[in-house]
């Protein structure tokens, strides 16, 4: 069976009584080229294994299959079962987990499921869980390379750099855990039901350790979400909303430590530079 054939999609699916969530953000592919080149380009062989956040009906599955050792796919909708037990029977090496990727102990899942293999997390993420289900996976930090399909306009955010307009609180999270590459374009008639927008692939190869030291990892990620709380704002401003306990002169006084002016904007700044300022609020609390 051809999975991103179109007419066999709406024959198996029909067949199964299957109808399409729009509150699940479900499109699934169309075009073979897209599952086998993310394939590729997560960089997964037999020694690999992955854990892939809603398979659909399984093409980007088949495609993980063939090259990894083994492949857990985490399923929300309990009226996929019996469509990717029909798609998926001629793998040996996948399982599908009906649950909330977002409620799960991803840790404990991949120490049970990816015993002695390296584990990747590849998924064609629906848009509307983009950035709680790409933070997990980040946070849970047991994964080798985080390889997803996203809207194009939160690849070009999570790859933007300090000063350009797409660049933000999550553009700093996601690099302070990964070091992210934008791959390619997949446009709306890769899917049915298509879209509206343009789709983008990128693989977040995570760090082994943050791109910088700080002193405390909560309160340099607390002045990162005050610095674009309210981007039109200084960076001091942003900074005096999100610590009231502290003056705005010991906030300029802080800023001025670390060589900025107290007209400096967050989204001017690397992550060096946030480091720099969490170390010196810290030693202010």
């Not at 024959?11 to 009584?17: F, I, V, W």
């Not at 897209?34 to 093409?59: F, H, K, N, T, Y």
């Not at 390379?145 to 660049?167: D, N, W």
């Amino acid at each position: 069976m051809n999975l991103c054939d179109y007419h066999e999609i709406q024959t198996l699916l029909a067949r199964h009584g299957f109808r399409f969530s729009k509150a699940k953000g479900q499109n699934f592919l169309v075009r073979d080229w897209v599952p086998r080149r993310i394939a590729e380009a997560a960089g997964i062989d037999r020694s690999c294994g992955v854990l892939e956040v809603g398979p659909g009906v399984g093409p980007l599955t088949a495609a993980l299959c063939e090259r990894a050792g083994k492949v857990l796919s985490i399923e929300v909708d309990q009226s996929l079962q019996p469509v990717l037990a029909e798609t998926l029977a001629g793998f040996d090496n996948a399982r599908v987990l009906f649950g909330d990727a977002l409620k799960l102990d991803l840790p404990a899942l991949v120490r049970t499921e990816f015993p002695g293999l390296r584990v990747m997390a590849c998924a064609n993420l629906p848009y509307y869980i983009t950035t709680p289900v790409l933070t997990k996976l980040l946070e849970s930090r047991c994964f080798e390379s985080v390889t997803v399909m996203v809207q194009k306009e939160v690849a070009q955010r999570i790859c933007a750099v300090p000063g350009s307009k797409a660049y933000g609180a999550f553009t700093v999270f996601c690099n302070w855990y990964a070091a992210p590459a934008l791959l390619f374009d997949v446009p709306p008639d890769c899917f049915l039901p298509r879209p509206k927008v343009t789709s983008a692939v990128l693989r977040l190869a995570v760090r082994a350790e943050p791109p910088c030291p700080v002193a405390d990892a909560a309160l340099f990620f607390r002045v990162v979400r005050a610095s674009f709380a309210q981007r039109r704002k200084t960076l001091l401003n942003g900074l005096a909303s999100a610590f009231p306990q502290l003056s705005k002169d010991q906030l300029a006084g802080a800023l001025d430590a670390c060589g900025f002016p107290a007209a400096v904007r967050g989204e001017t700044m690397d992550i060096q530079q946030f480091a720099a300022v969490a170390d010196a609020l810290g030693r202010l609390l």
